[in-house]
């Protein structure tokens, strides 16, 4: 009894506080996107040589977690198989958010374009339940007359607050590196 | 739809980059396939019903990736990368991703 | 060359589902799946548990060595259970070389099951509660019934195997688990049920032969419902569908249609225990 009750009012969470929640994260991302458009995010690895730049890497991570109700729903799919489409939203949504915070990071750079745009996603298992991370990252260009006000390590306008993520600029040409806010790995990138 | 993971086409130049554009397709099998798995992974050797489903979800992530093209007027998208992730237990996850661009012949 | 960040429409990664009526799809499937699944393996258990010979059965079971513990039973009492068995089995129609062997358990349980190879455990708490032969005739033919019918094969071949397939299916839905499991048990209990109550009619058609009568019966029954907490006297039909057994006041009424129907009378003189019964039964302590 107990647990059929516990079962109700978790089904019930996942479905009015998830389904809210991704509406409500679908129209700022809608927002978002419209504001920052202004900035290309390419995939290309080849930048553009027009005037001089710098660069700096760039990142922007993100962790969602499933509610209880796609968890319970994608379970029933898997019995089935075909598209777990509960997920789906998610990982759009992930995706886009990263990357939105991938060029939030740019632009406080002022950076006038980011190179070869590159995303990873990874499960971050906790029990049955699924939690996903995305990270977004590439090479923000910063033309030269921008460059001298351009913040370098100044953590209160590069730090996101919410994945914590941080750019350090290098004035040495080809190179840029990031490090996560743990320290721990050091991402090396030489790409241009 | 010209797709590649070249970035620079012998034949052709890029006009104009339009941005990234994604496509991704999350699928699981029926539970008779993951039995048969489950029986496999004793013996080794091909797990034919997973080949199949990340073939079915690299295609159906591919198709997606396209109509974003297509959507927003790019004929060719490069650079494009593909990568694989486990969502769920038994639920695979197919990204692309690449730049979506314009081409014409090079003169 | 022009760079420029087009946003693409909304929608290309994401299907389009009603999420509540997806949910309900797939909860009804997945429910009906495994219903069907553990009503097709439960019959294909039976089924193929009457095909196996009893020898063999036997054979199987005694290599197997269970240990069913008549340690601490007095060597009358075992005989006199083994006589009670002899004596019931003429009128229930037991299948070819079907022979039952019956022990003893010291336990103060009430309970008294029949395994694999025609064994019959009875235990010491139930016996105990034992008001007259009559009663006892009636368990007696009742666990012999579970044998004859090959109920214990049945409860191997048809639920071990429906509970192995139901466990993987279930489990890989995560989550919806624990919903799946109840389902898959309910359903396996009709089947428990339904054996349950083939065994009782089998059992009073065994008393009926042995006394000419079922007077007393179901006595037994009226006792294990004060002791079970099975108190209810107004059942309702989901009490009905969750239980192994049927319970105590269907069961009696099953008993008292069944004598109308075969026309048994339910008037009779009980015949009572053997003198020493209650010494064999203390005998351990």
Known sequence: ?192 | MLISNLEILPDHKVVRHLGLVQGSSVRSKHVGRDFMAFFKNIFGGELRGYTELLHESREEATLRLVEQAEQIGANAVLNVRYSTSSIAAGAAEIFVYGSAVEIADRD | MRYENRQPPEGINITRVNPYTQFFKLLLAATLFLVLLVVALQFLGGFMAKRVPFTYEKQVSDKLGIDLNSAGASPEMIRYLNELAIRVSPGMQLGESVAVDVHYNSENVFNAFATMGGNLVFYRGLLKEIPHENALAMVMAHEIAHINHRDPMAALGGGVTSLIFTSFITGSSGLAERFLNKATTLTSMQFTRSMESAADEAALRGVNALYGHVNGAADLFEVMGDLTGDTNRNPNILERFATTHPLRDDRIGAIVSLAKDNEWTLEGKLTPLPAEFWQWLNVDD
């Open chain 1, 1 to 192: 009894m107990i647990e059929g009750v516990l079962f109700l009012v978790l089904m019930s969470c996942g479905l009015i506080f998830g389904q809210i929640a991704e509406k409500r994260h679908l129209k700022s991302l809608v927002k978002r996107e419209l504001e920052s458009n202004s900035l290309p995010a390419i995939a290309s690895r080849y930048p553009v040589d027009d005037q001089p730049y710098q660069q700096h890497l760039v990142t922007g991570g993100v962790v969602i977690a499933s509610d209880y109700f796609k968890s319970f729903t994608a379970g029933l799919i898997n019995i089935f198989g075909g598209r777990v489409t509960p997920f789906e939203s998610l990982l759009d949504r992930g995706r886009r958010e990263a990357l939105l915070r991938m060029k939030s990071n740019a632009q406080d750079l002022k950076a006038d374009y980011v190179f070869n745009v590159k995303l990873e996603t990874s499960r971050i298992a906790t029990g049955r339940a699924g939690a996903i991370e995305v990270l977004a990252y590439g090479t923000a260009l910063v033309s030269g007359n921008d460059a001298n006000n351009a913040p370098t390590i100044d953590s209160s306008s590069t730090n996101i607050a919410a994945s914590g993520d941080r750019a350090i600029s290098h004035r040495s040409v080809g190179n840029a590196s990031a490090i996560n806010n743990g320290g721990i790995d050091t991402t090396e990138s030489s790409e241009t």
